[in-house]
């Protein structure tokens, strides 16, 4: 289906079947002509008017490209979020156990070499969780923002608000 409109009223539309070519716009042609013999025209067309003035009328996207792309930006700076608090949520447990064991460091209690080198194997298990914690949070800041380009997107029409997600700020209080 292709769409014509008149350089001297674009808001009247002919649309005919096929592609643009030198058939559909005499087609259109024929539409037109019947539209002026009804009455219907709002405008006078100028004495040799032919079907090689129509204009196309183009269908236009309803998002850019570029909306296109941050929606596309958004969901991987979320999926990127979901894959460092994994991380974290992995190496947290056994991070948490080398930090108790720090403090032997500190103590003047005796320790055993099997403590020193337990407590030494977990400093690489606390420095996982300590990079991936800091990534997180840095991540998280920037998420912000993709969940508003997301809501955003994911506004229908009629809909004056965005999805309610369960957030801290609003859940409910019993």
């Not at 592609?19 to 716009?25: I, M, V, W």
């Not at 991380?87 to 056994?94: A, F, L, N, Q, Y």
């Not at 991070?95 to 108790?100: E, N, Q």
């Not at 064991?101 to 103590?107: A, E, G, P, R, T």
Request: glycine share 4%; aromatic share 4%.
């Amino acid at each position: 289906m292709v769409r014509y409109t008149l350089p001297q009223s674009p808001e009247i539309i002919l649309s005919v079947r096929g592609k643009d070519s030198p058939k559909a716009r005499d087609q259109a042609m024929d539409k037109l002509m019947e539209l002026m013999d009804d009455g219907k025209l709002p405008t006078e067309l100028e004495d040799g008017f032919g079907p090689e003035q129509f204009v196309e009328v183009k269908e236009t996207s309803m998002a850019t490209t570029g909306e296109e792309d941050a929606v596309t930006e958004a969901v991987q700076t979320l999926s990127n979020l979901a894959s460092l608090k994994l991380k974290m949520m992995e190496s947290r447990e056994e991070a948490l156990k080398a930090r108790d064991q720090i403090d032997i460091l500190f103590s003047d209690q005796t320790t055993t070499m099997e403590e020193i080198t337990d407590l030494k194997e977990g400093f690489k298990a606390l420095k996982n969780f300590a990079v991936a914690n800091l990534r997180y949070r840095e991540a998280r800041s920037h998420a912000e923002a993709a969940r508003m380009v997301l809501d955003e997107a994911l506004k229908s029409s009629d809909s004056h608000s965005p999805p309610q997600t369960d957030t801290p700020n609003n859940k409910k209080k019993n």
